[in-house]
Protein backbone atom coordinates (compact mmCIF):
# COMPACT_ATOMS: atom_id res chain seq x y z
CA UNK A 1 0.00 0.00 0.00
CA UNK A 2 1.13 3.60 -0.76
CA UNK A 3 -0.07 7.02 -0.63
CA UNK A 4 -0.31 8.30 -4.36
CA UNK A 5 -0.65 12.10 -5.75
CA UNK A 6 -2.47 11.69 -8.93
CA UNK A 7 -2.18 15.59 -10.87
CA UNK A 8 -4.57 14.99 -14.01
CA UNK A 9 -6.86 17.90 -15.33
CA UNK A 10 -9.34 15.49 -16.92
CA UNK A 11 -12.06 14.18 -14.78
CA UNK A 12 -12.62 10.93 -16.62
CA UNK A 13 -8.52 10.33 -16.37
CA UNK A 14 -8.86 11.17 -12.99
CA UNK A 15 -11.32 8.97 -12.39
CA UNK A 16 -10.28 5.88 -13.75
CA UNK A 17 -6.43 6.36 -12.25
CA UNK A 18 -8.13 6.70 -8.63
CA UNK A 19 -10.34 3.38 -9.08
CA UNK A 20 -7.17 1.91 -10.44
CA UNK A 21 -5.13 2.80 -7.57
CA UNK A 22 -7.58 1.80 -4.71
CA UNK A 23 -8.59 -1.11 -6.46
CA UNK A 24 -5.15 -2.15 -5.74
CA UNK A 25 -5.38 -0.54 -1.96
CA UNK A 26 -3.48 2.51 -2.37
CA UNK A 27 -4.52 5.61 -0.73
CA UNK A 28 -4.86 8.17 -3.09
CA UNK A 29 -4.73 11.86 -3.15
CA UNK A 30 -5.42 14.01 -5.99
CA UNK A 31 -4.78 17.93 -7.75
CA UNK A 32 -6.29 18.56 -11.51
CA UNK A 33 -2.98 21.36 -11.67
CA UNK A 34 0.12 21.55 -10.83
CA UNK A 35 0.31 24.09 -8.87
CA UNK A 36 -2.14 22.17 -6.47
CA UNK A 37 -0.26 19.01 -7.26
CA UNK A 38 3.17 21.10 -6.31
CA UNK A 39 1.35 22.06 -2.86
CA UNK A 40 0.01 18.59 -2.01
CA UNK A 41 3.52 17.12 -2.42
CA UNK A 42 5.33 19.04 0.00
CA UNK A 43 2.58 18.97 2.59
CA UNK A 44 1.68 15.31 2.08
CA UNK A 45 5.33 13.63 1.18
CA UNK A 46 3.05 10.89 -1.44
CA UNK A 47 5.59 7.95 -1.94
CA UNK A 48 4.73 8.45 -5.75
CA UNK A 49 3.17 11.06 -8.15
CA UNK A 50 1.42 10.14 -11.03
CA UNK A 51 1.90 13.15 -13.40
CA UNK A 52 -0.53 14.07 -15.69
CA UNK A 53 1.73 15.71 -18.77
CA UNK A 54 -0.50 18.27 -20.41
CA UNK A 55 -1.80 20.35 -17.64
CA UNK A 56 -3.48 23.91 -17.68
CA UNK A 57 -0.86 26.71 -16.82
CA UNK A 58 2.14 24.71 -15.55
CA UNK A 59 2.45 21.67 -17.19
CA UNK A 60 3.86 18.34 -16.10
CA UNK A 61 6.92 18.57 -17.08
CA UNK A 62 7.53 21.95 -15.20
CA UNK A 63 5.87 20.57 -12.20
CA UNK A 64 8.46 17.47 -12.19
CA UNK A 65 11.19 19.45 -12.47
CA UNK A 66 10.51 21.73 -9.66
CA UNK A 67 9.96 18.62 -7.49
CA UNK A 68 13.22 17.00 -8.26
CA UNK A 69 15.14 20.16 -7.97
CA UNK A 70 13.82 20.22 -4.17
CA UNK A 71 15.81 18.12 -1.59
CA UNK A 72 12.33 17.60 0.35
CA UNK A 73 10.59 16.10 -2.80
CA UNK A 74 13.56 15.24 -5.20
CA UNK A 75 13.31 11.39 -3.81
CA UNK A 76 9.31 11.14 -4.39
CA UNK A 77 8.97 8.25 -8.17
CA UNK A 78 7.07 10.34 -10.89
CA UNK A 79 5.20 8.52 -13.40
CA UNK A 80 4.73 10.91 -16.42
CA UNK A 81 0.87 10.03 -17.95
CA UNK A 82 0.80 11.74 -21.43
CA UNK A 83 -1.58 11.00 -24.42
CA UNK A 84 0.89 11.65 -26.76
CA UNK A 85 2.84 8.29 -27.20
CA UNK A 86 5.65 9.78 -28.71
CA UNK A 87 9.34 9.17 -28.40
CA UNK A 88 10.00 13.32 -28.09
CA UNK A 89 8.06 12.54 -24.83
CA UNK A 90 9.50 10.13 -23.56
CA UNK A 91 12.75 11.87 -24.29
CA UNK A 92 11.42 15.09 -22.70
CA UNK A 93 9.61 13.34 -19.73
CA UNK A 94 12.78 11.67 -18.83
CA UNK A 95 15.15 14.75 -19.53
CA UNK A 96 12.53 16.40 -16.86
CA UNK A 97 13.39 14.00 -13.96
CA UNK A 98 10.30 11.55 -14.55
CA UNK A 99 11.11 7.83 -13.53
CA UNK A 100 8.93 6.21 -15.42
CA UNK A 101 6.54 6.74 -18.22
CA UNK A 102 3.07 5.63 -19.29
CA UNK A 103 0.70 6.61 -22.68
CA UNK A 104 -2.88 7.45 -21.94
CA UNK A 105 -5.77 5.57 -22.49
CA UNK A 106 -4.31 3.84 -18.82
CA UNK A 107 -4.43 0.15 -19.19
CA UNK A 108 -4.30 -1.29 -15.51
CA UNK A 109 -1.21 -4.14 -15.66
CA UNK A 110 0.67 -0.77 -16.99
CA UNK A 111 0.20 1.05 -14.35
CA UNK A 112 0.54 -1.38 -11.46
CA UNK A 113 3.90 -2.91 -13.60
CA UNK A 114 5.48 0.72 -13.10
CA UNK A 115 4.09 1.40 -9.73
CA UNK A 116 5.28 -1.89 -8.29
CA UNK A 117 9.09 -1.50 -10.43
CA UNK A 118 9.43 2.05 -8.54
CA UNK A 119 7.94 1.19 -5.37
CA UNK A 120 9.87 -2.34 -5.35
CA UNK A 121 13.04 -0.05 -4.78
CA UNK A 122 11.52 1.89 -1.83
CA UNK A 123 10.25 -1.20 -0.46
CA UNK A 124 13.62 -2.86 -0.65
CA UNK A 125 15.51 -0.32 1.14
CA UNK A 126 12.48 0.61 3.86
CA UNK A 127 12.59 -3.35 4.49
CA UNK A 128 16.91 -3.03 5.14
CA UNK A 129 16.42 -0.27 7.57
CA UNK A 130 13.18 -2.02 9.35
CA UNK A 131 15.80 -5.39 9.80
CA UNK A 132 18.71 -3.23 10.94
CA UNK A 133 16.76 -1.54 13.02
CA UNK A 134 15.41 -4.98 14.64
CA UNK A 135 18.48 -6.36 14.74
CA UNK A 136 19.51 -2.80 16.82
CA UNK A 137 16.76 -3.55 19.29
MN1 LIG B 1 -4.28 16.80 -19.19
Known amino acids: MA????IEDNRENLKLATLLLLN??????????????????????????????????MDGLAATALLKQDPATAAIPVIALTALAMKA????????????????????????????????????SVASADSAADQLS
Open 3 to 6: RILV
Open 89 to 124: DQEKSRLAGCDAYIAKPLRYKELYAAIDSLMGLTTR
Open 24 to 57: AGHVVLSAIDAESGLILARGEHPDLILMDIQLPG
